[in-house]
């Protein structure tokens, strides 16, 4: 074991060291808990993608960059042709990251000298590296949790939840083949724990079975009740923080009911998204239409816009949902719960990753609707969101429940219960 945990002459004040992968979608959620730590009284470092370096240390904790080559490696599984692909592509990515990880995360480590370690669900080299410290760690994982259960359908395809026997028998029928893309990864991801000096997984669900405490960033019943939770799981509610800003002037002179509609943040070519809402709703006098394309260049749609609708690249959706009637969305779980947390139905259009899932989800809760891509048109959009319009109680119902998960505050209580009795006060 590569022992990190040195005694150099500790501070007063208990150390969290939070290392995440270069997203924003899994940066901003665990702020929320990152904060509450901190006016608990701990020293809160975060190791993070460089662009939001300032926009972590605006919000009064310390924050570095992560090794630049890391950045560097940027997820590319939008170029897939396939939904396995697409999976493909994206642990692909995890496992080219992973060495660097590991260097990095010693690296920060010996810089810091942390009393605990909580680490991105996507960062695996990270992980085995947290293993290997002797240091108290945990993740956070922003999205649907890809473990089997009992009470839920194989994850990644979207299935309805079947019920029965014969439910019983199509789930375990497809089972298998739904992990066995995870499971290829498996000898590289080994290769990367041996490199870290920790033992190697026999399955690949080890992933969130090894870490002392996964905090899940969801709640019952948006995720499926089940039985069979791993014991290290704790559902906490979504991560909902976002950086301080000034609201539009045009904010402030519209009184319609905003329709929101939003890209990825990470690239995933689903500009088509906003390209048929505009021409479903830029002359609609009923609502404001604002367009936020994140990963998406917005000159883009900018030439064929109507007078009036809004289309930029990032607009605080913070500052918007007050005024929403509907999110349209690409089903990411960061915009889609953001959106349930404030009450607003979202309209999903799953472009790939685990938006199939999230999608799933938002018509099995009733808080929302569900277009395929495949079936994206102005008058297909147009009819799913006035579904989406008629969920208002169901969307109501997930915020309350979103309410109660605990949150930042219950997340921070789970991450100081790890800390030696001699650390666990600031």
Not at 56 to 73: F, M, Q, S, Y
Request: with cysteine; proline share 10%; net charge neutral.
């Amino acid at each position: 074991m590569y022992n990190m945990n040195i005694n150099y002459g500790r501070t007063l004040m208990p150390t969290v060291l939070v290392y995440t992968t270069p997203s924003r979608g899994h940066l901003y959620p665990i702020m929320d808990t990152a904060l509450a730590l901190a006016r608990r009284g701990h020293e809160v470092h975060v190791r993070t993608l460089a662009v939001d370096v300032d926009t972590v240390r605006t919000a009064g904790l310390h924050a570095t960059a992560v090794d630049p080559a890391i950045e560097a490696r940027k997820l590319d599984d939008w170029r897939a042709r396939s939904p396995r692909a697409s999976v493909a592509l994206g642990l692909q990515t995890f496992i080219d990251r992973a060495p660097l990880e590991i260097d990095d995360l010693r690296s920060a480590v010996t810089s810091i000298r942390p009393d605990v370690l909580l680490v991105d669900t996507n960062a695996w080299g990270a992980q085995a590296a947290a293993e290997s410290s002797g240091i108290p760690w945990a993740t956070w994982h922003p999205f649907p949790l890809p473990f089997p259960s009992k009470d839920a359908p194989p994850f990644g395809p979207g299935l309805r939840p079947a019920a029965g026997v014969l439910g019983r028998l199509r789930d375990s029928l497809l089972q298998p083949l739904v992990i066995a893309p995870l499971q290829k990864f498996l000898p590289a991801l080994n290769a990367v724990r041996a490199r870290a000096g920790v033992s190697p997984f026999d399955h690949i669900k080890e992933l969130f079975t090894r870490p002392p405490r996964l905090l899940l960033m969801t709640a019952e019943p948006f995720e499926y009740p089940r039985s069979d939770w791993p014991s290290n799981v704790r559902l906490v509610g979504p991560g909902l923080w976002s950086p301080p800003a000034e609201a539009p002037a045009w904010l402030a002179d519209s009184a319609k009911p905003i329709l929101l509609v939003t890209c990825s943040t990470e690239f995933q070519d689903d500009g088509a998204l906003v390209e048929a809402a505009i021409a479903a709703f830029g002359d609609d006098s009923s609502v404001q239409l604002v367009c936020t394309t994140a990963g998406v260049d917005p000159e883009r749609f900018r030439a064929h816009a109507p007078p009036g609708v809004v289309v930029e690249r990032f607009v605080p959706h913070a500052l918007l949902l007050p005024h929403a009637c509907v999110v349209v969305c690409h089903g990411g779980m960061g915009i889609t719960q953001r959106a349930l947390a404030a009450g607003v139905p979202p309209c999903v259009v799953p472009w790939g990753r685990d938006q199939l899932e999230v999608g799933r989800r938002v018509l099995e809760s009733r808080c929302g609707a569900l277009l395929p891509r495949t079936k994206l048109s102005p008058a297909r959009l147009r009819e799913a969101v006035a579904a989406a319009r008629g969920n208002t109680e169901g969307a109501a119902r997930i915020a309350a429940a979103f309410a109660g998960a605990g949150g930042g505050e219950g997340a921070a209580g789970l991450i100081e219960a790890l800390l030696p009795a001699d650390r666990a006060e600031p």
